[in-house]
């Protein structure tokens, strides 16, 4: 019986049933990229998605396996990793999911969706519950092709719209690691007076922005110090930037944080792990992560982040 099911980032397979592996979940085979246990979901940085309560549905017919998904909720989004045309075939008898990009900022969907696939022929797997909100983890977004200096800004983008929220107009942000820019841009564009900290100049339209203030240094220097948002790209070690993490919740400085948390090489499980027990905080591979994870945090007492975002499941910890 398959209990949950987890999708994997392209390529990152391994290290999701390193993770899985790690919280005592046995990945008993893959159809895709969607990794499939008997054991119950628990929550995992990793997986782009999960699917928290699958089950296995027959599908004898096209009709029949539309009726079925439609006797269960209205949305469904599909995962297909093969029998595309059956599966095309099944999706046209669903009401349409409109999977359109974000144009940002805008709120993450609010409704509910479910995921389905087909595992053979006529055999269905469909979770009428899922950890994203969207389908199937891809958070996209109408990109601006001409302020931005590198497509990092994506990320940022995504982790504000997981977190619910994003600086408003006035707001202060520390950006460590800032350069190139993309972050200040996206900060500055909304209103926020951005510090941009790194050894490495501001992309000069960036540093131009109203709002924006570069200074050379390194991020592991700055003392903690009052900010709306603290931001950081920097590329470090996941233990060194944990350390800093931990130092500013510390403190009380920061009243929201975003973090890229990157690896190189074999992935600090530990390191991962111990983000996501940081109380009040978050870790998700995001859509446009790619060997690294993004840690979110919120100070208690700030407005409360949108739907989605939480998932509910045990932590890593309280499935040992
Ligand atoms: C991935 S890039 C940041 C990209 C940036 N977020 C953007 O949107 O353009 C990482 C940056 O971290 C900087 N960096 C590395 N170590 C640093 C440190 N100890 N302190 C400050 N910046 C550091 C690098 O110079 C580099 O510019």
């Not at 093969?82 to 075939?89: D, E, S, V, Y």
């Not at 479910?114 to 996209?140: H, Q």
């Not at 998700?284 to 949108?306: D, I, S, V, Y």
Request: glycine letters at 8%; a neutral charge.
């Amino acid at each position: 019986m398959i209990r949950a099911a987890y999708l994997a980032p392209d390529g990152l397979q391994d290290t999701l049933a390193e993770e899985l592996r790690g919280a005592g979940v046995t990945v008993d085979g893959w159809h895709g990229l969607l990794a499939l246990s008997a054991d119950p979901p628990v929550a995992s940085a990793w997986a782009l998605d999960i699917w928290t309560d699958p089950q296995e549905i027959p599908a004898p017919s096209v009709k029949a396996a539309a009726d079925a998904l439609r006797a269960l909720q209205r949305n469904w989004s599909a995962y297909g990793a093969a029998q595309h045309r059956r599966m095309a075939l099944i999706a046209e008898r669903l009401p349409p999911v409109k999977a359109r990009p974000l144009v940002f900022p805008e709120p993450a969907p609010t409704g509910h969706l479910g995921a389905w696939t087909l595992l053979a022929p006529d055999r269905m797997l469909a979770s009428a519950t899922k950890t994203s909100p969207f389908v199937n983890g891809e958070c996209r977004f109408v990109e601006d092709h001409i302020g931005p200096p590198s497509r990092a800004y994506l990320k940022l983008w995504e982790a504000w719209t997981r977190l619910g929220a994003w600086p408003r107009p006035g707001e202060t942000c520390l950006d460590l690691g800032a350069a190139p820019g993309g972050w200040s841009w996206a900060a500055a564009v909304l209103g926020a007076q951005v510090t941009a900290v790194d050894k490495a100049p501001l992309d000069m339209r960036v540093a131009a922005l109203p709002g924006v203030a570069w200074r050379e240094g390194s991020a592991f220097a700055e003392p903690p110090a009052a900010v709306d948002w603290l931001l950081s790209d920097v590329i470090a070690y996941p233990d060194r930037l944990l350390a800093l993490v931990q130092r500013w919740i510390a403190a009380e400085a920061a009243g929201r944080i975003v973090c890229t948390v990157k690896f190189q090489g074999a992935t600090d499980h530990a390191a991962a792990a111990a983000f996501a027990a940081i109380p009040g905080g978050r870790l998700l591979h995001l859509f446009h992560n790619k060997h690294e994870l993004t840690f979110m945090w919120q100070r208690p007492g700030q407005p409360a982040a949108a739907s989605g975002t939480t998932t509910g499941l045990p932590s890593r910890a309280s499935t040992r």
